[in-house]
């Protein structure tokens, strides 16, 4: 069987130029082509050195990406996915948006906290949330796919069986994340200038990100209910990894044992989610450069708090491994193709 | 006037040593002695290779270190300040303990999280708890001051003005606290060995830290109530600072600027306090190296939920620096004096 | 055809992690047994969590290593692996010494730069030094192989064409090199602890370190002469990578053209050798978590001075994976089986 | 006595922010006035937060900045400090250039390196080069100082008592060097982006760095030979802090005690330079924030190489502290007036 050509709209950045490293190690599929506005004309190795030798295809335009592949990743910013996949649906062509364009169902939270629209509704509702722990059905054979943010991704992992059960409140829900730099992109700014964000660290956008209402969707839809959190990232001196500190009151009367139960019923059979022995904590460096989604579970029994701690790199689960997943779904191959990773222990 | 003659028990700590630091610049004070168990006989210096040349004193006993003495600063493990303190008590000198000896007001809550008793309990009756800007005139003149621990600084500052002023419920806090690593110490242990650390991040003690108490202890004093809350404290790959961030629910009404008005009611006079700009954001790296504590403050109004983040130096503001602070209290000199430092821009 | 059972005594180390890592993505070997003296008894993930889930072998004795496996990879502190290599050899296994015991001819530099005693000289007349890039055809088909050391492996790369094609002098040379900390091992030391480490930039063991009798040996090999080096380490606050930059006086007339022709005709065929193009630097972090050594190559006209400075990752190219390519060569196997890894471009 | 009136020209740059900070805690001397191009009108804690409500003065232009001040600090890109100078010394005020502009004697070197001209040859004659340690009568009571870059000062303080003694030849010498991040100043760029320089290491401007001229120009001073320098930087990802590492050919029969003996004639009596214990090597931790410059040495004895080993903080000893050392020096105050400062152990 001939391999699936892979193309990537956007190579350069860093979920981009992730995507290609993980389809490198693929079994079943390949890179057909690349674009980049920024380096047009330039291999992606010239642009990430690392790359040198393995990966030197030069970036191309979208049209090539569009006409060379048989699933398409886009990792552009927002706005600029939605024509995109539109010529891509037409042509019958798989297409993976990294951005947050496909991800709301609801347009209006779309335009108060990206401030575009839809401007083909009926595409839309042809869109799936590809967050496969949680939705995997709906993911298969899929062909538009938006694929989860960082932070809308390690926050309903961490809180799935709690909720799907019943054993949480669904109000007064905290979500303290911290997230690696890589997160904010390959563009340099003066944040994340080496000698500003070394040594520091500090909260953004406080009660104020665009991962709020993905996150609120995810989890209302888990519950059947409309819920609101109060969500704060912060950044990391390090260049990879998520860590969502999720607290939560729990209904009366709720034990650790049924927690621990509720988990691992719902996670023991997911590969890539690795519910931790009870006394140890999720810790980003454990998942690093793979897709694996680590969850560990505390009880706060003088205050009656559920604290579940989510680890993910944020690059890899949190972006360009889900991706991958997410076309292994869709194409109807082993769902951990490409994936199977050790990470590195150091 | 002659200088104040420190000594320091327990000098080659990390907080022993940021005290001789400190007392370095500060111009009514002077080193006398240091003792070292581990390094009895050997200069400072060379432990610490920085202060070569400048500060060369020769660690010897714990009994040298008392008798030459104005103010004796103890870095001891907890459980080992009682006696020490006694005879300082005895001999009318003035006793600044870093250790959480005398902390907490209850003995029933030593006992539970430190696993002590207290022998001489009409000395711990003795014992003022030494946050200035919360407790001021409680410490002056006192010769007995219990120093705080760095979480039970920068949480406390952070809430107070809205405790104080009856602005927020004082169930469900909760506390998400991050820590450089010089917090545990000075020891080579495995989790801190640089390769493991590096690159990581993660929680440790969940629900479950030592500080926990001491937190609520001085919560409960301000709001007069008696507070539990979920802190969770988590270590970050830099060497210094502590982000507290810090969730509650306000009451019924309270509005963003009465939070503020009581906010700069409440810090516009401390110096060692800084209440930062609307929408600028607390972070570590601004207070490295000094005694400032920086304190931002932010309202989801979706969740009513109030979000007051501070910043400190977790060896300075949380430890040493306000060991400091407190002898200038002590002894009657200007509350700022050696600390009015102007920290690194990077 | 069955797999190559592979088994690593010392395999907590970070060497012998970072073996099992690779032999995780290795097609032809899978990992049969594994033995600490330290962790006996445990699994390998409860001392890297990372590996949880993937790779939880436990940890049995040495003798059990022996007897389940066709390779035997060796990580030891040094003068213990001789009696190991001993016993394999008799029951003719395939024996891979990470260590130094087989790494110098010369008995007398052992002594010197070790301290020990060749017990057996017969085994070590059967040794072979496995740096494939310089001396592939003694590896092939061998059963005792003396795997490199980092700063052993990075100098003579870098060096190895203009000393075979006579373009430099063998007098005076300078090799200022860097290192991450992982080359330090796993054990924690004052000197690695975080807080102590990070920010810090230092030499160490200044003229003095033991990879330099083995520098001196293969760059004599290479150039016929009796040839000594100035070797200064340096510790980066990085966790892998070692850059090597390398001086040499240039023979009379030797032009830049002729160089750059001697270094692609000597590295253009050689998959893990990546002549980097003019004017680019070789960096520590292009080639992490891969057996690549990157090499770049500047001369400085003004003074006839060759600089050459090469990169490689001290655990993989510096240790465990030129041990598995020494494996492969071995064995018979495509020598880069398990090794054709892109590096993360951050 | 009224204090000193300093004005900083580039007040927002690295080089100018470190300048107010070390001014700040200046005895004898005050911040009158600042200038900023890119912040004209904003305060300078609106740029270093670390700086509020210590130091808000506001960015005013360059013409305030001259009328206001007794002494001008300029840190201006290359080319701009010679109208700014010749201002100055028409007014009489002292002007204190952190740029390269007049630092080098020979106009052909700067034409070569930098691609200017000397504008007023007149005015250059009049400049003195500001590295006391070496030529400090030539500073006292001067008005027009040329403060040396941060290389230029590592290097030749690393081997100016072994030139001095003739101890030494003065070809071959090769000065590997490697610095912290904050070098390269403030401005965003891809290769200071925090992912891209975190866990890296590479050299940069291989045997072409600009310093290259002016460290021959210092060493050429010293010995009275025309030298030449092999002269490699690196940059480490730290934020402060330069290591040089300088190889020379000894002369014959010179011996180690010689050596020491002649380092300790020359620098025992520097408050600023500290020569370290035998066996000890220089870390840029131990100078950080403040204006000591350690030196290490060691002999290989195999090879005949003296290796001096010195370690400045590349913003203070090599660009600000060294500025106020000069500022010192001209005024007539105590030399290390502002700089007694302790360097803070981790």
Known sequence: MSKIKVGVVGATGYAGAEICRLVFGHPEAELAAISSVSFEGMA?????????????????????VV????????????????????????????????GADFRLEDEAAYKEWYGGEYTDKALHKEAVYGLPELFRE???????IANPGCYTTAVPLALAPAIENGLMEMTGLVCDCKSGVTGAGRKPVQSNHYPELN????????????????????????????????????????????LATCYAKLKPDVTADQL????????????FVRLLPRGQVANVK?????????????????????????????????????????????????????????????
């Open 260 to 271: 621990w139960e509720a988990y691992h019923a719902r996670y023991d059979g997911e590969f």
């Open 44 to 64: 992606l190795s010239e642009v990430y050195p690392a790359y040198y030798g393995l990966q030197d295809m030069v970036c191309g335009g979208q049209e090539e």
């Open 199 to 242: 040594e520091s660290f500090t909260a953004y956008k406080v009660a104020n990100h665009r991962h709020t209402p993905e996150i609120e969707q995810t989890l209302s839809r888990l519950s059947g209910e409309d819920v609101k959190v109060t969500f704060v990232p912060h950044l990391l001196p390090i260049n990879r990894g998520i």
């Open 138 to 144: 709906g993911i298969k054979g899929k062909k538009l």
């Open 286 to 346: 454990n998942v690093r450069y793979t897709n694996f989604c680590d969850v560990s579970l505390f009880v706060d029994s003088r205050t009656g708090t559920l604290i579940a701690i989510s680890a993910i790199d944020n690059m890899v689960k949190g972006a360009a491994g889900q991706a991958v997943q997410n076309m292994n779904l869709s194409f109807g191959l082993e769902e951990t193709a490409g994936l199977v990773l050790l990470p590195p222990a150091f």
């Open 67 to 98: 006409e060379k592949s048989d699933v398409v990743f886009a990792a552009l910013p927002h706005g600029l996915s939605q024509d995109l996949a539109a010529q891509c649906h037409k042509l019958g062509k798989c297409f993976i948006d990294m």
